[in-house]
């Protein structure tokens, strides 16, 4: 991966990360995928087997849930402080009132 792509990934998830509501006790950033395995989520795997993350600074953990709703349950329940999944779960919690926000969007 060349310096280009590897700043796009840092900031990227700095980005997110610096959007979260409060780190864990522990300092640590939790992001939920909904299904770690899948084709979908692997600029967030890339970002953390690659060391990315802790290059900025972040100390982040990847977790996963068999689908994206699961993800967003743990989000609304503050176990942990961000989700990557698609934006159209953002536009459906907006609508039930829920303040959430799509901080960063793959193309």
Not at 12 to 27: E, I
Not at 76 to 99: C, N, P, W
Request: charged fraction near 20%; charge should be negative.
């Amino acid at each position: 991966m060349n310096a280009i792509s590897k700043g796009v990934f840092a900031v990227m998830f700095a980005t997110l990360a610096a959007a979260g509501t409060v780190r864990a006790a522990d300092g640590k950033l939790s992001i939920m995928v909904g299904g770690a395995t899948k084709i979908i989520y692997l600029p967030a795997r890339l970002t953390e087997q690659l060391g990315y993350f802790k290059e900025e600074g972040l100390d982040v953990e990847i977790l996963s849930q068999p689908a994206g709703v699961d993800a967003e349950n743990e989000l609304l329940a503050g176990a942990v402080q961000g989700v990557v999944g698609f934006y159209d779960h953002t536009i459906d919690l907006q609508s039930k009132g829920k303040e959430v926000e799509a901080v960063v969007v793959f193309g």
